[in-house]
């Protein structure tokens, strides 16, 4: 089962960079997120896939008994999904707001801060 994770990370990330070589920036948000979301299942396949109960304390003692499942991956991996969430809606209404001000989404034709030299103009 790990094995089938670990190709499905790697395919994610594949899939990852090659929607964030484009120039069209909703595509190449949507390869943050992909990738976010590989490295989301890296962290939790870290934890490894154990069969386990709860990580759960019996009263009275210290530690938990017998097998128990890894909290710390699944805590990290909640805070990452609650982060990426926070950073595509905050992508996505900038990116909004540059399409109304420019009228693209093609990062090359997004240039407006940068001078046009004076060949081009001629």
Same mark, same amino acid.
């Given at each position: 089962m790990e094995l089938l994770l670990a190709l499905t990370i790697g395919i994610l990330v594949a899939c990852?960079?090659?929607l964030m070589l484009d120039?069209?920036?909703i595509r190449?948000? !949507?390869g943050l997120i992909l990738l976010s979301n590989a490295a989301n299942l890296l962290i939790f396949l870290s934890g490894r896939l154990t069969a386990g109960a709860p990580p759960?304390?019996?009263e009275?003692?210290?530690a938990p008994t017998g097998v128990v499942a890894n909290a710390l991956p699944q805590a990290l991996v909640l805070t990452a999904i609650v982060i990426g969430f926070g950073l595509?809606? !905050?992508t996505l209404a900038l990116v909004y707001r540059t399409y109304r001000?420019?009228?693209t989404v093609n990062s090359d034709e997004m240039r407006v801060a940068e001078p046009v030299a004076q060949e081009a103009r001629r």
């Amino acid at each position: 089962m790990e094995l089938l994770l670990a190709l499905t990370i790697g395919i994610l990330v594949a899939c990852a960079v090659y929607l964030m070589l484009d120039r069209n920036v909703i595509r190449f948000l !949507f390869g943050l997120i992909l990738l976010s979301n590989a490295a989301n299942l890296l962290i939790f396949l870290s934890g490894r896939l154990t069969a386990g109960a709860p990580p759960l304390i019996d009263e009275g003692l210290y530690a938990p008994t017998g097998v128990v499942a890894n909290a710390l991956p699944q805590a990290l991996v909640l805070t990452a999904i609650v982060i990426g969430f926070g950073l595509l809606a !905050f992508t996505l209404a900038l990116v909004y707001r540059t399409y109304r001000s420019l009228g693209t989404v093609n990062s090359d034709e997004m240039r407006v801060a940068e001078p046009v030299a004076q060949e081009a103009r001629r």
